[in-house]
């Protein structure tokens, strides 16, 4: 079963830290992804549960981190250095599909969390 769940966000200034977190079971990848108003969605990062591959968009990389908690089925993005360009809907996501994993997209998403970063 694939459940998604996604509590939190909230507002930092510049240079604030955030963890979002996402109840997720079931899965073979799951991700986050963001999206701005009047802008694309993004994929900030992702991770393969088996082997642990991982993927940063290059405008997060050194900054977040995107890490699993299988015992409690917990998908976390830790966010340090928050800048105002990071401010956006975040939507934690997952799938089943290897092929959907590697190519997109997701077919499983939370309901989104606010992250606002003011300067």
């Known amino acids: 079963q694939v459940r998604l769940v996604e509590p939190g966000g909230g507002s930092v200034q510049t240079g604030g830290s955030l963890r979002l977190s996402c109840a997720v079971s079931g899965y073979v990848c799951v991700g986050w992804f963001r999206q701005a108003p009047g802008q694309e969605r993004e994929k900030v990062a992702s991770?393969?549960?088996?082997?642990?591959?991982?993927y940063y968009a290059d405008s997060v990389k050194g900054r977040f981190t995107i890490s699993t908690d299988n015992a409690k089925n917990t998908l976390y993005l830790q966010m340090n250095s928050l800048k105002p360009e990071d401010t956006a809907m975040y939507y934690c996501?997952?799938?089943?599909?290897?092929?959907?994993?590697?190519?997109?997209?997701?077919?499983?998403w939370g309901q989104g969390a606010q992250v606002t970063v003011s300067s």
């Open positions: 996501a997952a799938d089943l599909s290897p092929i959907r994993c590697r190519l997109g997209p997701y077919n499983y």
């Open positions: 991770r393969y549960i088996v082997g642990g591959t991982t």
